[in-house]
């Protein structure tokens, strides 16, 4: 299976020729039947130079993942921002698709291997994870503390289901996957809201458990040595 022209590494970027390869072999055959030999032999360089770009396969695959990471980033705009959240998404998250496009097969076959493997299941996940993070901050998308947290697993379970409509979706305007992205990012938006709301209201509850547990405060709120007037000023100056 040779590279796509279009995609293949320069002939000077070696590390990209190892990713390349990784993932040319992963559109060929099971991912844990591949060893690092074989990508050498693919990439057209020694073991050595092998060892001094990256230390396992699992590192290589990671940084295939930054590579399509930085061509949806480098790609963005501004031009969607005025467009609701899941617009932006969507938006966001096709071009993911896009760039993802002459590697099909091979995700295809890593996504096998990671539901074959549940340790390498977990590693993957933490990859995607971070990849969502990105994707949420392309698209203007908050996606720090507890409710960003959610958003994050959360759209990395849509990701892995939209993937799957991918795989077998050879439309070339892709309608059936657009539509299971369309799908998910709706159905995530509705538990988002109702994380929120779940958060708003215990906001007061975690604040009143923050004093309650404050070492530095006695009864009363009052931090230890403080007098009434003392505090009074305080929660003045906090409001």
Known sequence: ??????????SGDTRGKIVDALMQLAGERAFENINIADIARRA????????????????VLAAFTRRIDRIVLDDASDDLMAEPAKERLFDVLMRRLDAMSPYKRGVEGVMD???RDPLS????????LNSMRFML???????EGAVGAVKLQGLAMAWARVLEVWFRDDDPGLSATMAALDKELT???RIVARVEDLDRLASPLRSLMSAVLDPRRGFGGRKRGQSRREQARDDLETT
């Open 137 to 143: 901050e392309s698209a203007g998308i908050d996606c």
């Open 121 to 128: 299941a977990a590693a993957l996940n933490r990859e995607v």
């Open 113 to 115: 291997w990671a539901r």
């Open 187 to 189: 159905r995530g938006r």
């Open 1 to 10: 299976m040779a590279a796509d022209p279009q995609t293949a590494a320069p």
């Open 44 to 59: 057209g360089i020694t073991l050595g130079q092998f060892r001094e770009l990256f230390p396992s396969k699992g590192a």
